[in-house]
């Protein structure tokens, strides 16, 4: 198909050339012809008119002849009719002949008309040889193994940005989200390929808001389950097992220790939907940033409720103005409430607590402060499952992991109102990089190992705002 397309363009072109090289060659007879009819118009002398004739050219076989002199006319190709109608006609004529085409001007000489004959061979003509054939027919070639390496690489680059498009949304429809296409190839498959990484990003952004949702739906049932705990443990014991019960009290107790234990049940199904979908977001999507007095303020929304059900003082520190911290929102949200749940689980009724919310020396602090019975043993209490109160030691360590995720850090210790006292640390993303320098390097690890013995605690206490 691509031979006979060149073909089709060459021919016509090739003719066309030909005919150019025809009307050259008959111009230049014309142009020679009409060098020996001057001479003739000077003088009919024999010499003169084979000098002249000389003059046109070297070879003898292209030279003007003139016929009708009565000289040798044995070399003239025309016929004797030929010469006949150029005569009759008075005007130039080109005729056939063999091996090529002669061109017949009538020149009148007194009573007689002579004819100047110049022949001109078909190898001057143009014409469309063997050569010129086989010349056409490499020109072909050459123009068909050009048009199949261009055809062929734009075909490669189409055929390898489609299959790339088909494996990555294989990969998709296999549950890998994370995998991206280079957009290739021809303008429609690269226009499909960015199309195709703005569907997976919008793919991962939706799983991403629906996993938040169910994290958030999650750590928002505590409130109502701690509420749920605190009524059940108010109840009397359900031990069967000492003493004398009727029938009618058995049923009572151990209704009382079936609703402690779907309680618990449901509060640890609970905490393993926050930890599953808070790794999935994790790993799917980039750090976020949020406001912490923005999520502490919204947070003792829910836990204030519960604290004035218990008659529990409260008050919240620091938590006017806006504070970002590189943790998303319901990630440090889950936080607060596993902390402030500890607060409502391990301490009476009644017991006063506080939480704090301050920025300093690049990391901002939050403070949760109970005046209950405090922790024993604190380093006990922050490994995982640990908490040494019959715990799985689950609030802390999901502190200590969002602490971690904001490269800070989670720490224990005595509060001003006699309990315990939770830090949590977060680096502060606004906080201007302090130069690093040999000696302010040994005077912060000398500092660093003084607060560590000292307990770590450093933070200023803000001026206080009642809740």
Request: glycine fraction near 10%; proline fraction near 4%; aromatic fraction near 2%.
């Amino acid at each position: 198909m691509c031979t006979l397309v060149a073909l089709a363009f060459l021919v016509p072109l090739t003719v066309s050339l030909g005919d150019r090289a025809r009307e050259d060659a008959i111009a230049d007879a014309a142009r020679r012809s009409a060098l020996v009819t001057g001479a003739l118009a000077v003088s009919t002398d024999a010499d003169v008119v084979r000098r002249a004739s000389e003059a046109t050219g070297d070879d003898p076989a292209t030279r003007p002849l003139v016929r009708g002199l009565g000289g040798d006319e044995s070399s003239g190709r025309a016929t004797a009719a030929d010469l006949d109608q150029a005569r009759a006609d008075g005007r130039s004529l080109v005729v056939d002949v063999d091996g090529g085409l002669v061109r017949l001007d009538p020149v009148a000489l007194g009573d007689t008309t002579a004819v100047v004959e110049v022949f001109v061979p078909e190898s001057a003509l143009g014409g469309v040889s063997t050569t010129r054939w086989v010349l056409l027919l490499g020109v072909a070639t050459a123009l068909v193994g050009a048009t199949v390496l261009v055809v062929d690489r734009v075909a490669v680059r189409a055929v390898d940005s489609a299959r790339g498009l088909v494996r990555a949304a294989l990969a998709v429809g296999d549950g890998d989200l994370g995998v991206r296409v280079e957009p290739t190839g021809p303008r429609e498959l690269a226009e499909a390929g960015y199309a195709f990484n703005r569907m997976a990003e919008r793919l991962v952004a939706a799983r991403a808001d629906e996993r938040e949702l169910v994290a958030d739906l999650s750590h928002r049932l505590r409130t109502p389950l701690t509420a749920l705990r605190l009524d059940a443990e108010a109840l009397e014991s359900d031990d069967t097992s000492i003493g004398t019960f009727s029938p009618a009290e058995l049923d009572r107790l151990r209704g009382i220790r079936r609703i402690r234990q779907a309680i618990a049940t449901l509060e640890g199904e609970v905490d393993q939907i926050i930890k599953t979908t808070r790794k999935a977001v994790s790993q799917e999507t980039a750090p976020a940033m949020c406001d912490v007095s923005e999520v502490v303020r919204d947070r003792m929304v829910f836990w204030s409720a519960l604290a004035g059900d218990q008659n529990r003082p409260h008050r919240v520190l620091g938590a006017q103005l806006r504070i970002p911290a590189p943790v998303p929102r319901a990630e440090l949200a889950a936080a607060l409430d596993a902390v402030i749940g500890n607060v409502f689980r391990y301490t009476p009724q009644g017991t006063a607590f506080e939480v704090a919310v301050s920025r300093r020396d690049g990391y901002v602090a939050i403070r949760i402060d109970d005046a209950g019975p405090g922790i024993a043993n604190p380093d006990r209490a922050l490994r995982r499952g640990s908490s040494g109160q019959g715990s799985t030691g689950l609030g802390l360590d999901i502190a200590k992991r969002v602490s971690l995720q904001a490269s800070g850090s989670v720490s224990i210790d005595r509060a001003r109102l006699g309990g315990a006292s939770v830090v949590m640390l977060l680096a502060d993303p606004e906080a201007t990089p302090r130069q690093v320098s040999r000696f302010g390097l040994v005077g912060r690890m000398a500092r660093d190992a003084r607060d560590q013995k000292n307990g770590g605690r450093r933070w200023p206490r803000p001026r206080s705002t009642d809740a």
